[in-house]
């Protein structure tokens, strides 16, 4: 009797053990997989309508061209015969298997700032997806940059692996926010203004650069062309939808919040926002050009008849459908880029699930000259309270070629 007490009581134990081995298992996974939203690991590793994580999409970087590999568990192709501390390594100091350097296409000199933990709950979790076979060339960039030595200087130049500290002046939420957007979320990889070589310049974190033919703009909290007029809701409103009062996202961005950012916590987005809010930086003082100046005049006559009916006679737009262009951040960038293209190519913002019926910009080409496009995007940037650079119509023609020869 007391024995068979004694063994129900033992077997309870087991149980009990194993439910909670198999609980700290799953929530690991748990972990691990929204690691992988963090990082975004899918928007480069899986191709559209490709199995997940088995790797194929292209990179455009201005080297050439690189393909993210297969990073599914398969042997043969994918990351199978790797072990945890190989895995740690790459994302800690871009040395993949073997010793190979990895081009920093793979963000790695972000990545790196992730804790030790949170790359093992995502080895975790990678480790769990399906096998795929399906060999990547990784590398296909042009002589000489497809030699991986040179990558030894890339990284003796500009990369020194870094892990984060936090700031204990700041709050919780702040150090969170530093946490994603300087680690695991990558935000500088388009954001921050890049040296010759590719690397991130110093002291000008997140203050805009032009990638593919489009501008992300500066994210820091400067009053003019940077979030300033945002607030911490308007900010985790576009990251969580793609839309806010200010801004529909298109191009990278639309990807990027699709994939990403819209799978990441409300507490996450708000840290983000904190963080992002706290960057000073002082706005470009500028005053905008006269609007009885000719080229605002045209401007100003083209706009009233070929955008007004969706972005409002004032440029207040439509919340949600047509992007408000007065005080808009967006339109005051240094660099006109991404709305020059978004006047020549249109644009298709994201859909989300907040948010799924994405409007569309239509494509102006074929209707507006170079001229006439400078001219209305200069005034644009110069009415309803905003303030940038005039456009030349030179800068029109070379996107217009650029745009026709793909790119
Ligand atoms: C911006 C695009 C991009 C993102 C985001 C990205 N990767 Fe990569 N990754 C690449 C590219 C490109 C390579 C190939 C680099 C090379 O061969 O030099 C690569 C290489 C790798 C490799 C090495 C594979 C091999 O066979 O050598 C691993 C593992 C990897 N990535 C995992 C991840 C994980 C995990 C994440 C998310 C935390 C992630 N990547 C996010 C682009 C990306
Ligand atoms: C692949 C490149 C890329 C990455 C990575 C990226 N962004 Fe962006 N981001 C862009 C582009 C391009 C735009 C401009 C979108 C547009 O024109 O609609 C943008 C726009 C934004 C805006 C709107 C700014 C404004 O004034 O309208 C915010 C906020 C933003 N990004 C935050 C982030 C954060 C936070 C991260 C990291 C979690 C991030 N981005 C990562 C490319 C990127
Ligand atoms: C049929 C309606 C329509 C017309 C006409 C139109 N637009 Fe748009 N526009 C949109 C929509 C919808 C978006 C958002 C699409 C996206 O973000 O991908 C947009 C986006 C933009 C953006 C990017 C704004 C941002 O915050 O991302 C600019 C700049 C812009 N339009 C300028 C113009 C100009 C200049 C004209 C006239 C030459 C014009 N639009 C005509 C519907 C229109």
Redesign the pocket.
Known sequence: MKLSIALAAAVLVVTANTVTAAETQFDQLERGRYQAVLG?CA?CHTARGGMPFAGGVALQTPFGKLVAPNITPDRETGIGNWSEGDFRRMMKTGIGHNGIRLYPAMPYPAYSRMSDNDIADLWVYLGTQQPVKNPVVANQLPFPFNIRLLLAGWNWLNFTPTSFTPNPQKSADWNRGAY??EGA???G???SPKTWSGADKSNAALAGEV?QG??????TAAARD??GQ?SVED?TA??KTGANR???????????IEA??SKMTDADLRA?AVY?KDLPEASADRTPIAADAGIMRTGAAIYADNCSACHGGKGEGVPKLFPQLAG???MQQQDAT?LIR?VLAG?Q?GATHAAPTAPAMPSLAWRLNDAQVADVVTYVRNTWGNAAPAISADAVGKLRQQLKAGN
């Open positions: 975004d928007g994603i957007v979320g990558h935000c990889v388009c954001h990638l489009w501008m992300a703009p500066k994210i940077g979030l945002w900010v576009y990251l200010f801004d529909i996202a298109s191009g990278p961005m639309a990807e990027v990403s950012t983000i992002l808009n951040a967006l991404s978004v644009s913002a």
